[in-house]
């Protein structure tokens, strides 16, 4: 059973920055795809960005390439989300995942995490 737990959301200015974190367990995640999901209110949730664990291959949504940015410690079993330039538009509940495949939509992913708050303000 795959758990994954969120921490590091919270309130920031436009322009600020915030890192994220996915602490891992239950699993080992050689051969997984780790990733990043967010869901504002009143809308669908919508990828991030996706890694894969063994080699870092990634994939990121167009809307955040360029300013975020993820990275995992290996001996932590924990993926990281650094978010630079943040925006009003950022503002949402931001969910780990992980899955077989290096995908972009949820129904890629297998497991999730509780969430986190992220809020930009203008």
């Known amino acids: 059973q795959v758990q994954l737990v969120e921490s590091g959301g919270g309130l920031v200015q436009a322009g600020g920055s915030l890192r994220l974190s996915c602490a891992t367990s239950?699993?080992?995640?050689?051969?997984?795809?780790m990733g990043w999901f967010r869901q504002a209110p009143g809308k669908e949730r919508e990828f991030v960005a996706s890694v894969w664990w063994s080699n870092g291959i990634s994939r990121y949504a167009d809307s955040v390439n360029g300013r975020f940015t993820m990275s995992r410690d290996n001996a932590k079993n924990t993926l990281y989300l650094q978010m630079n330039s943040l925006k009003f538009d950022d503002t949402a509940v931001y969910y780990c995942a992980a899955g077989p495949t290096l995908g972009t939509t949820a129904q890629d992913f297998t497991s999730w995490g509780q969430g986190t708050q992220v809020t930009v303000s203008s």
């Open positions: 239950g699993r080992t995640f050689s051969n997984y795809a």
